[in-house]
């Protein structure tokens, strides 16, 4: 397989067998660290910025981070993302721990194709039956007090019955015949969302 193209490369990587990395056995290491620091008092301000216009063709992403686990280890990620508030920090606004965002530009036509927001995907080359737990979505509590909600919806999406798409407000007195359900599993046992057609 022939190398890939790398305007910048550190280490090479032609295949999964046929790498040279860079290495190193020290315990709690960053391979590349960025530190910044911005005392302005306004701006949208950001770490890291980067852009990738797609315009001859081909398609592709902006990023595309890879974690290979070869050995024995007892957490790993593809990415890991924070929001925090630390020491004299307030937000009047909104904090995400990650955000995804989903645009098109003004007087576009869409045809074809399909759009979402956030795309969760399973590539799954052997059965992981025999995991403890698998699932597109986790939900964990590692800090001291608990987060209140599953979601929240801003008033720009629920903002009354029969104005938008999304969320159905119609249904008192109506019938829904259930056609399956997205299954979760809790500490209390298995439970499931239903989802159907609703009917008067």
Excluded: Q, W
């Amino acid at each position: 397989m022939p190398a890939r193209i790398g305007v910048v490369r550190f280490g090479e990587y032609n295949s999964d067998s046929d790498n040279r990395p860079i290495e190193s056995v020290d315990a709690d290491v960053h391979f590349v660290h960025f530190d910044f620091r911005h005392t302005g008092g306004s701006g949208d301000n950001r770490g890291l910025y980067m852009r990738f216009e797609l315009a001859g063709g081909g398609g592709g992403e902006c990023a595309r981070l890879r974690t290979l686990v070869t050995s024995a280890v007892a957490t790993a990620h593809g990415a890991h993302v924070t929001g925090e508030i630390g020491t004299g920090g307030s937000i009047s606004g909104m904090l995400g721990g990650l955000r995804a965002t989903l645009a098109t530009v003004s007087g576009l036509t869409v045809s074809g194709g399909n759009l979402c927001a956030l795309r969760l995907d399973g590539f799954l080359e052997s059965s992981v039956a025999g995991a403890t737990k698998a699932g597109y979505l986790g939900l964990f509590e590692a800090g001291t007090y608990k987060v209140p909600n599953f979601a929240f919806f801003d008033s720009s999406v629920d903002n009354g019955a029969g104005t938008n798409h999304m969320l159905c407000y119609e249904s008192n007195g109506m019938t829904l015949t259930c056609l399956g359900g997205l299954r979760i599993v809790t500490a209390d046992g298995t439970f499931y969302i239903p989802y159907g057609t609703l009917a008067s």
